[in-house]
């Protein structure tokens, strides 16, 4: 078997093994009890698919002549960081919950690059390019994960007003599995704090030295409009929540709002290139 078709046949089946993993963790979270060992082994079946999820994104970007890249390789890439991530933080606080969410859209995000694969953007643009990219892959793998600690808390919040009218008069047992919203919320704005500091050097070193890191002046074409007002959304959210104490929906509005226009900025936008338009 060749390289190249050892890394396509990879790709497949570590997507496969993330489906697989997601629906583990589904039927256990739903489960009455669930055995120690069994939760230990999902955590590290995590980490290893973690890890050869990554040596399939540094395969994509680095394997052939150049630096190969495009919108495949950044969903794979922040898929593949935001997977990290949630494994870290289950270190300190359980996200199971999270799991069966993110794991099967990662699943989709490693064989993206197999599907599109990008062409070669920076064979020769240096360092300073590089890590303005892995700043941005970075932003958005934290504020991916915001996103959908979000989405969860939406969620959970609703689930706990449908629980005070039902005889019961609590959520399902796979809510109870998560941390309090509290809990959920402090977490929510420390992911989103960190990632938008990540943002602001992104933004900033596109705009102050586009014409070193891109090899042309700055543009204000769409994709630095969405990436400006994704950074404003995000701005506004941290100050409205240090000034006027924002919580709750208004938070997570804010947040989905904020990553919706984060995902126009590049990824959306490099999708409409290369599958849309098939440019490169």
Known sequence: MSETAFYGALHFVTAALYLLLARRVWVSLNAAAEPVERAAKQRWALL????????LVVHGVLGGSGFRFGFAHAMSATLWLTVL????????????????????????????PVLFPGSIVAADRGLGFQLHL????????????????????A?????????????????????????????MERLLFRLISAGFVLLT???????????HLFG??????HKTVFALAAWA??????????????RGRVALR?????????????????????VILQRV
Do not use: C, K, N
């Open 216 to 221: 042309r002046a700055l543009r204000f074409e």
């Open 48 to 55: 290893a698919l973690a890890v050869v999820h990554g040596v």
């Open 201 to 211: 050097l992104t933004v900033g070193s596109g705009l102050l030295f586009s014409e």
């Open 85 to 112: 991530i949630l494994w870290f933080e289950g270190i300190f606080v359980s996200l199971r919950g999270l799991q069966p969410v993110v794991l099967p859209v990662a699943a989709i995000g490693v064989v993206l």
């Open 155 to 183: 969620a959970l919040d609703r689930e706990l007003h449908r629980g005070e009218g039902s005889p019961r008069g609590q959520p399902s047992r796979l809510f109870l599995q998560i941390p309090p919203l509290l809990a």
């Open 233 to 246: 959304v995000f701005a506004g959210l941290l100050a409205g929540r240090m000034i006027f104490g924002w």
């Open 254 to 274: 804010w947040t989905l709002a904020g990553f919706a226009m984060l995902l126009l900025a590049y990824v959306g936008s490099r999708f409409v290139l290369e």
């Open 134 to 153: 892995l700043a941005a892959i970075l932003a958005y793998s934290l504020l991916t994960i915001a996103a959908l600690h979000a989405m969860l808390m």
